[in-house]
């Protein structure tokens, strides 16, 4: 034993002397780094690889000085290879290196460059979808067909969204989505934001971010989960920008254009977007609604309705910042935006009456206008600090929001006899004024621990006032009088506070995330009725509710390509003011809206788990549980219809989700998006039992072809089998769409050319049965439309700041922050 303890040491001691010899006889290769105006280049890349085939044998970066020195070569033939962001490229000749050859090569010149936005060739690099673990991203850009379309269009087609015959919003087949506008609540009712989402360019969007099951740090409102849409913000350095011009044909015209521009230097960053859209268009809308006795079996009377409508809807919108580095890890910054909409709505319906035999009693022809115009404004300022290098920080954001409307309407209702002679003539005309002002701040902290521990909490208080008047006047021989009936005035106040409490932490393979959301929320409401008849419609209601909301994320990775996951999570809606507000609004001479003072909030608990494999395939069941659960309902009184919103009891929810992004080949990648979805509602409404259910398919299948050249292709389409709505059942519906892509004037622009809505499928078309009553409607729009887009990309980043000790200016861009913006 002792013999052989002692061989190893004389090979031990042999080998370590002839290491020492070795290193000795090797080779240094040594220089400096400038870029020709005596200014040293700090972090540059150096190479050394082998003549003959450029293999890469070591790697070392300049110091402050802009001195390298790579040691231990071996005898060879090498180049060195020298390169910094925002400079030129420097390839040495071919040097011999020699046993314990000292090579020096000072004054290495890396020239400037000045490439125009070079940072816009990542462009296109993402793919459409990215699944990631809380969240799924949709890069709009990165798809052809998204050129001259809408944030509406854009959700369409978006993996598990479907988008109803009002604009209404569903996710995984569940209502109550919550859609944000760069991390903020839009607090717009269903059918302001659809209007606004349709005004938004798609050229103004960066990102979706869809979030089924929100941690604790978000709102807890919105049952389905949150659409955060991110607006575009360039952090290239310097001065730059892009333009676009659109033009989209359908039935009618609808041309458009944007602009982004930003600067930014070492201590500031200033950016700016906006656009004009001028979206002309139509709707066809059918109704059919055949009426009972109370037994339910004797037809009474037939409605028979067409309508046509056009609308003309110019909108503008603006968004302008600035972010300003008090330090490397303190950043204050402002925001301001803001849209005006203006929608002129022209329509003309024909209603046929008719008894039980289908013979015509009387006809209704009701012309109408609706001229409207939305005004939005909003302001930001926020605040982030950073503690230290592990990602402790403190934000803050304080907003004002003000939404303001105006619609001007007139309704004429000429009554005919079968034989088409006039009857009667009415015409109601309407002035119904809106404001809403929001006022919200809020604070987040986050701590991150040793041993992979994440601490959050934060606190959010907002405060919303609303203010809607309702001034109808009949006109009689042409003298307008009052309508005491319908106007009236309604002020409501809403105020919210909320604290949460969020901590995670990383187990080898184990993940575990927790939360707590405590949220306040005190509102009244006020029917002030019309001054004209006294206290007949005056009204108050108040109502103050505490609510807490868990959250837990647990995921496993069992290897490294199987990564498993559950995560609860509870949420609320909260009906939209404008829904609790009494009186009626006139839609025509048999359809009215009228909002509902009792109306409860929902809440819902979610559970989800999923599966995901390689990256690229993600499996999700899901089940969710609604009481309270309020829906848009349907009430027969006489002829009208009465549309309000109710709460009809409860929902169940199940559903199964298939995503997967394939690599078919090098130039193909297919997006498939699979879900299927199981409904139940019961509950009591209008003096019935409600229990009704169903089961929807929802496919959606993205094909994206890189042609080569700086052409792309796209080949998209989704589809959804017949599906439950509260008391609506709607038939299946589809859309396909195909776009080309090119890119020219040396990358700087890009054409695209784009077809939606191919087949001409995209037609809504359902029924109802409620009360005495049996409903059928078809809305048909013009949604077949081609788009041609051009985008061209402007500008010169400045030249690259010699870096900070401390992280440089790469560290500065990663902490910026306007708007909520992350």
């Not at 001691?13 to 780094?33: W, Y």
């Not at 001479?589 to 109306?599: C, F, I, S």
């Amino acid at each position: 034993m002792k013999k052989f303890i002692k061989l190893l040491i004389v090979c031990f001691l042999l080998s370590f002397s002839f290491f020492v010899n070795a290193q000795d006889q090797l080779g240094s290769i040594k220089g400096t780094i400038n870029d020709g105006s005596k200014k040293v280049i700090e972090s540059a890349s150096v190479s050394l690889q082998l003549a003959k085939d450029g293999s890469v044998i070591q790697q070392v970066l300049s110091d402050k000085s802009g001195k390298f020195e790579i040691n231990h070569i071996a005898e060879g033939r090498y180049v060195v290879s020298v390169s910094a962001v925002g400079h030129e490229k420097y390839s040495s000749d071919t040097l011999k290196m020699g046993p314990s050859s000292q090579l020096s090569l000072n004054n290495i010149v890396l020239p400037n460059t000045v490439t125009e936005l070079t940072a816009v060739a990542v462009v296109g690099k993402k793919s459409f979808i990215e699944q990631k673990a809380d969240k799924m991203v949709v890069n709009v850009d990165a798809s052809p067909s998204s050129a001259g379309s809408s944030a509406m269009d854009i959700l369409e087609k978006s993996p598990g969204v479907t988008v109803d015959k009002d604009g209404n919003i569903s996710l995984k087949g569940k209502q109550g989505v919550t859609v944000m506008i760069d991390d903020k609540p839009t607090y717009l009712n269903p059918t302001q934001l659809a209007n606004y989402l349709k005004s938004l360019p798609s050229t103004a969007i960066d990102q979706l971010e869809i979030m089924t099951n929100p941690s604790a740090k978000y709102d807890a409102a919105g049952n389905s989960g949150i659409i955060n849409i991110k607006t575009k913000k360039n952090k290239v350095k310097g001065f730059n920008g892009s333009g676009t011009l659109t033009h989209t044909q359908g039935v009618y015209a609808k041309p458009g254009g944007s602009l982004n521009l930003n600067y930014r230097n070492g201590k500031f960053n200033v950016f700016m977007n906006g656009g004009y859209t001028h979206w002309e268009g139509f709707q066809n809308l059918d109704i059919n609604r055949n009426y009972f006795d109370p037994s339910g079996k004797n037809l009474t009377s037939i409605f028979s309705q067409h309508t046509f409508m056009k609308f003309n809807n110019p909108s503008l919108n603006l968004k302008f910042g600035v972010d300003y580095y008090l330090s490397n890890k303190t950043t204050i910054g402002f925001v301001a935006r803001g849209f005006k909409n203006n929608e002129n709505d022209r329509s003309q319906s024909t209603i046929f009456l008719k008894n039980p035999n289908n013979l015509v009693d009387s006809i209704v022809y009701s012309p109408s206008t609706n001229n409207s115009v939305w005004k939005n404004k909003a302001i930001n300022l926020n605040f982030r600090h950073q503690f230290d290098s592990l990602g402790t920080e403190l934000t803050a954001d304080a907003d004002y929001i003000r939404y303001q409307s105006s619609s001007n309407q007139y309704f004429s209702n000429i009554t005919y006899n079968p034989d088409w002679l006039p009857t009667d003539t009415s015409i109601l005309k309407g002035d119904l004024p809106s404001v809403i002002d929001i006022y919200s701040f809020k604070s987040d902290f986050v701590h991150k621990f040793k041993h992979d521990l994440k601490f959050e909490a934060g606190l959010k208080s907002s405060y919303v006032s609303t203010d809607n008047t309702a001034n109808y006047s009949n006109e009689i021989n042409g003298i307008s009088k009052v309508d005491t009936s319908k106007t009236n005035r309604f002020l409501y106040r809403e105020n919210i506070n909320a604290a949460y409490l969020n901590l995670s932490r990383q187990f080898k393979k184990w993940s575990v995330q927790a939360g707590l959301r405590l949220e306040n929320t005190n509102y009244s409401g006020h029917q002030l009725g019309n001054g004209y008849t006294v206290n007949k419609n005056d009204s108050l209601f108040k109502k103050t509710y505490v609510n807490l909301f868990p959250t837990l994320y647990i995921s496993y990775q069992a290897n490294a390509k199987n990564i498993f996951s559950i995560n609860y999570g509870r949420r609320i809606d909260r009906p939209a003011y404008e829904d609790l507000n009494p009186f009626l609004f006139f839609l025509d001479q048999y359809t009215y809206q009228a909002g509902n003072p009792y109306l409860q909030p929902q809440y819902t608990q979610n559970i989800e788990l999923s599966h995901s494999y390689n990256s690229f395939l993600t499996t999700t069941l899901n089940y969710s549980n609604t009481r309270n659960f309020f829906t848009e309902t349907f009430e027969q009184s006489g002829q009208a219809t009465i549309v309000r919103n109710g709460n009809i009891g409860k929902r169940q929810n199940a559903g199964a989700s298939i995503s997967a992004q394939i690599p078919v080949n090098k130039w193909w990648t297919a997006i498939l998006y699979t879900n299927v979805n199981y409904t139940k509602f019961t509950g009591f409404l209008y003096g019935e039992n409600i229990n009704v259910d169903g089961t929807t398919l929802m496919a959606n299948l993205n094909n994206q072809f890189k042609l080569g050249k700086g052409l792309n292709g796209e080949l998209s389409g989704w589809y959804r089998t017949k599906g439950v709505e509260g008391q609506v059942i709607l038939d299946p519906m589809g859309q396909a769409s195909a776009a080309i892509s090119k890119q020219v004037l040396k990358d700087k622009g890009s054409l695209k050319l784009a077809v939606r809505d191919i087949f001409y499928t995209g037609s809504v078309k359902g029924y109802i049965n409620f009360q005495q009553t049996k409903a059928s409607f078809q809305n048909t729009r013009d949604s077949r439309q081609v788009s041609l887009t051009f985008t061209y990309r402007f500008g010169k980043p400045f030249k690259a700041a010699q870096p900070r000790r401390t992280g440089g200016a790469s560290d500065e861009q990663s902490r910026v922050k306007a708007g909520g913006n992350n």
